[in-house]
């Protein structure tokens, strides 16, 4: 089944991805355990000074006050962050300026991506040290295959600007759903929360799946040109996508809100993290939790000042539906994160219960179940202290 086909090989360009060499051209990533261990073998090259340069160590950490931390951030020139193009969030008020990054305490270098999976692939090759806005999904799928990835927050949760969108000549409701898709063309991303949002509601709605003919989304922006140009019949994205699919006549086959009241699919993206990346640089990881939390409270404050300013760093005319009068979007604070509701548990389930639906759909073979060893919850408490 070309569908099964398509995701296999996602899956197998992940995998692919996890196991390469360390040494990707373009990578520049080094822990602090390297750092030490390097240092360690130049002091040791010369056995008459290694009690002098013990002391000048000591010394340094003593006169300067910032102890490890502070030196685990001085040996970061840039941090690398993950984000999504047309995905307007608070943080970006800071972004083009560089005032997020002075919040953060270390300057930082902003890389749009087209989807989660690419942010878990940057990652696992040592070119990204925090992924922005990832989706849950590709998250999953990532440490699924044996990504050394963990989840440290979460950056919004929305349940309306993620859809998929019919075509409003085929006149579909839920009702006649199951016979007017037959034979349908859709196009989506692959292995993210969008892929698992259009599963999840064929088959809610009764859609044979080996019915449809699925492709895999280039981009959001592509799916949205072949959606405007009548080459498929169902758009599924995210951002602005959606809202130029809708803007073209289309219609939802189920909004994010009936999703999420009568199938119980949680939509929402995360913040993550290179185990390595947060175990060598803690307190960056911490304060970029909050950072983002002073931004969000910033934009909440004065949404019409801001909303301009995010537009712009997000590469939109207008924050939309987004951030506007409708408000898609929603952000929890950092004690929520770490309720049963969020970081306590309920992510954790979330994860499990998106893989199993997998399983059981036939899309990947197998689940490792519990995901509760890849959600660290230490960094969020670091920043709520």
């Known amino acids: 089944m070309k569908r099964r086909l398509l995701l296999l090989l996602a899956v197998i360009g992940l995998f692919a991805a996890a196991c390469g060499d360390g ?14 261990d390097g240092d360690a073998e130049d002091g040791d090259a010369e056995d008459g000074d290694a009690e002098d340069d013990e002391s000048s160590e000591d010394d340094a950490a003593e006169g ?16 690398n962050v993950a984000y999504f193009a047309e995905w307007p969030t608070p943080n970006q008020i800071g972004q083009e300026d560089g005032s997020f990054g002075d919040a953060v ?18 990652m696992v090759a040592g070119d990204i040290d925090i992924a922005y806005s990832q989706g849950l999904t590709p998250f999953a799928n990532g440490v699924n295959n044996g990504a050394d990835l ?9 349940a309306e600007a993620d859809n998929c969108v019919a075509q409003g000549s085929l006149g579909i409701t839920r009702e006649n759903a199951a016979e007017t898709l037959t034979g349908a063309t859709i196009t989506t991303p692959i292995g993210n929360v969008t892929h698992f949002k259009m599963l999840s509601m064929m088959d809610f709605l009764g859609v044979n799946l080996d019915d449809l003919e699925v492709t895999p989304a280039e981009s959001g922006a592509a799916t949205a040109a072949a959606f405007v140009s009548g080459q498929i019949d169902v758009g599924c994205a995210f951002g602005g996508s959606v809202v130029e699919m809708l803007d073209a006549g289309g219609e939802l086959i189920m909004t994010g809100a009936e999703q999420e009241s009568e199938i119980g699919i949680a939509t929402y993206d995360i913040v993550s993290i290179p ?5 060598g640089h803690p307190e960056v990881v911490s304060n970029f939790l909050s950072a983002t939390q002073e931004f969000n409270d910033t934009w909440a404050a004065d949404p019409e000042t801001n909303n301009p300013i995010i537009a712009q760093a ?11 009068e409708d408000l898609w979007f929603s952000f929890p ?6 309720s049963d509701a969020w970081l306590g548990g309920q992510v954790q389930q979330n994860m499990t219960d998106q893989l199993d639906t997998f399983v059981e ?20 408490e670091a920043a709520t202290g």
């Open 23 to 36: 040494d990707d051209e373009g990578t520049d990533t080094t822990d602090s355990t390297e750092a030490a």
């Open 64 to 79: 300067d006050g910032e102890g490890e931390e502070g030196e685990a951030m001085a040996e970061l020139d840039e941090l």
């Open 105 to 122: 305490g270390v300057p930082i270098n902003w890389v749009p991506f087209a989807n989660g999976s690419e942010m878990t692939e940057a």
């Open 150 to 158: 963990k989840l440290v927050g979460i950056a919004v949760s929305y």
């Open 275 to 279: 185990t390595a990346f947060g175990e």
């Open 314 to 324: 997000a590469g939109m005319d207008d924050v939309g539906n987004f951030l506007g």
């Open 333 to 338: 604070a950092l004690d929520d994160q770490l």
């Open 361 to 380: 759909l036939g899309e990947i073979d197998s689940s490792i179940g519990d995901f509760s060893g890849f959600v660290d919850t230490s960094y969020l």
